[in-house]
């Protein structure tokens, strides 16, 4: 268990799934929370299931993505349909601070265990709930990922290239951007039962919680009545600004000029210090006019060289410019090295895994990652015993009634 951090007080009753949930938790693991995730012995969490595999290899711990959200946590299969699995669900809610989970709205009444429910059982449990479109409304019972509340939300008609169909954007985007809000969510709401000895709900929509990524588009609307439109890499500010080919198969180097200068500087790398005064691309305006243009002489000026050098070239200049890294470049990558962003642990069946660091490095209460991400059931006998209390007869009489799988 753990012993050290800010949170080290903190427990948490986690029925988190897939990855919007528990990477939210998984935050809180870093700084100390007492995590106990519950699985199901017979339906494998879809996370589990998910590229990349550490050698390429599928095993149901092999997942990189399960992996990063879980590590910290403790891990424990239980059989929900089982009868004898509430006293066990039971017992852990009353040790816990904080449950939470991140099912359809019916799962949790169909267990007996939505929030009224727990309040009788523990009157100041704070609660969770994360789920696509919130526990109230039309949308309410729709299951689903990340991509489908980026829809929903307006995200994907917004991403891509204004002469093609709407592309979407890449993954579950608001997978990426809920979980933030549901650490800082559970973090209020404990500090409210610290101050008034009350707990509360909170019903997490993750289309919402990614909305305010939108209000420059909804701005535009209301205030100047246009709707924005697909634009790929441009920006409406700003030329150049874009992602340009590369040497090589698959490579790419990311380029922009703020002003003036650094467009200047760039035609001097470039060997073509004439286009600063040419009309089509002398000011910012005429630029952005001419985007397209602009865009074609400088990938074909690009698409000869090495991104690395590239990069290395303009930046020498002062012009923004970073070569595209792939993952094995991120994981050699200087900088991410130097802030030890990848941490390698050991795991029960993997031997060894990488997993990232905590995204914030705190002075004075640094987070860790502590453990591993469970294996299925990993800590079913930890759990029972330095947790719940249980004694061998009791683990016993439960794991002969089907309890665990």
């Known amino acids: 268990m753990n012993s050290d951090g800010p949170l080290a007080d903190v427990k948490i009753l986690d029925f988190m799934w897939v990855m919007a949930g528990p990477a939210g938790t998984r935050m809180l693991a870093d700084y100390g929370a007492q995590i106990v995730r519950v699985e199901s012995p017979s339906r494998i969490d879809t996370a589990r299931t998910l590229q990349p595999y550490q050698k390429d290899a599928f095993s149901a711990d092999a997942s990189g993505l399960f992996n990063n959200c879980n590590a910290g946590k403790l891990g424990i299969a239980i059989d929900m349909s089982n009868a004898r699995a509430r006293e066990v669900v039971l017992d852990l809610v009353r040790w816990a601070d904080v449950v939470t989970e991140s099912f359809s709205p019916k799962a949790m009444r169909k267990w007996g265990l939505d929030y009224e429910s727990l309040r009788r059982i523990k009157p100041d449990a704070v609660m969770l709930s994360s789920c696509l479109f919130g526990q109230t409304g ?190 094995s470049e991120a994981w050699r990558d200087a900088q991410f090295k130097h802030r030890r962003h990848f941490v390698e642990i050991d795991h029960q069946t993997l031997g060894r895994t990488t997993v990232e660091a905590p995204r914030a490095i705190l002075s004075r209460t640094p987070g860790a990652v502590r453990r591993a991400a469970p294996s299925l059931g990993r800590d079913n006998q930890y759990v029972l015993e330095r947790i719940l209390g249980y004694d061998a007869e009791r683990i016993s009489e439960l794991a002969l009634a089907g309890v665990f799988g």
């Open 138 to 327: 039309p949308l309410r019972q729709i299951a689903g990922f990340g991509n489908m509340a980026a829809a929903i939300a307006g995200f994907s008609n917004l991403a891509g290239w204004p002469d093609r169909a709407a592309t979407g954007v890449f993954g579950a985007y608001t997978d990426y951007i809920a979980p933030r809000y549901t650490a800082i969510a559970i973090l209020a709401a404990l500090e409210h039962r610290r101050r008034t000895g009350e707990g509360q709900y909170i019903d997490q929509a993750q289309a919402e919680s990614a909305l305010h990524f939108l209000a420059p588009a909804f701005l535009e609307y209301a205030v100047n009545h246009r709707e924005p439109r697909r634009a790929g890499n441009s920006d409406r500010d700003l030329a150049p600004h874009g992602v340009y080919p590369a040497a090589g198969e698959d490579r790419w180097v990311a380029i922009v000029c703020r002003g003036e200068s650094e467009w200047r500087a760039l035609c001097g790398a470039m060997g073509k210090s004439e286009l600063a005064g040419d009309p089509r691309f002398a000011a910012l305006e005429a630029r952005i006019a001419n985007n397209a243009a602009l865009d074609r002489i400088i990938g074909e000026w690009t698409a000869g060289r090495a991104a690395a050098d590239t990069e290395q070239l303009l930046q020498a200049r002062g012009v923004p410019a970073y070569q595209v890294q792939n993952s």
